[in-house]
């Protein structure tokens, strides 16, 4: 269903912006943008959808839904080692409501800017709230980096901390927020950061990565199945946040199925043969990212956690699937 007769004033108030990029040849208001991709490079294309009520709490924010909506398209890019470029907006609205519009634009416009991407076209259409981003980067011709490309033996690491969403959202689900480090938690579910600084740097000595948005423990299985090998990961080295640490303290101990299967991380799992494990801490320096070893790939097949006490532990239930029965 097409939205009533202002959905080209909405298109023209909200989203129709002076060109920041001189790549964009042709931006919002043609039947078609169309951009410039240099010779020398490839196009990475990837799409997230976001459903209220399923991907973020109803009642969150204009903003956080804004920030959200562009920070885990652009974490996708991230993960392949593309530099943002451009993005479309598929936007679904249950009824047109101006100031949810110019929070929403505004966030959405100003996330995009910070990582150096435009928004170039989209569709805006009614019925319960939506919001589907395409996001387009671009790395050097071959240099993207892919889950399939993983070997026994490569050393895994992980970028920021793990599980602060969860936490996060649990705490919604009580009730809300109570303290700063609540709060902290639950920006981190609303407004994740895409680690886009250190993906550049990291795609020139890594080959494989892929960004934790299910889980760690489902998205390192990722990476696991496609590059047909298995992996030895220590609980002990798994990056927590002091937030979290405190959560956990107060709440009888750490929760694991919480930190490795918990969604909505979106930091970055990369692995790297060790022969480049110097130049990668380089590169999480120079980003000023955290970036943990978490463990290794082996050849025997599976994912296998190891505890401090250097015990086999059964992994924790499964990252988020969608079409799952879930209880
Ligand atoms: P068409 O009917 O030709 O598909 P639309 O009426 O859907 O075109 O959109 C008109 C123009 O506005 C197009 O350039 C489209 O990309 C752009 N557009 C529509 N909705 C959005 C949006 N939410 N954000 C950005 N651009 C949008
Ligand atoms: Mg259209």
Redesign the pocket.
Known sequence: MRMPAT??D??DR???LPAQRDDVVLP??????IVAVPPAKQLVVSTDTLVAGVHFPENTSARDIACKSVAVNLSDLAAMGARPAWL????TLPRVDEAWLDAFAREFIETAARFGAE??????TQGPLCISVTALGLVDAGAAMRRDLARAGDAIYVTGSLGDAAIGLGLLRQGGVADDSAAWLVDRLNRPQPRVDFALLAASCCVCAIDISDGFAADLGHVLEASGCGADVRLDNIPLSPQALAYFNASGGIDWDVVLCGGDDYELCVVTSTANEAQLMQAARQSGTRLSRVGEITPRQGLRCIDAAGETRPLPGRGFEHFSART
């Open positions: 959905e080209f909405i298109i909200y989203f129709r919002v208001g043609d039947d078609a943008a479309t907006l598929a936007l928004l170039i076209g989209g569709d805006t």
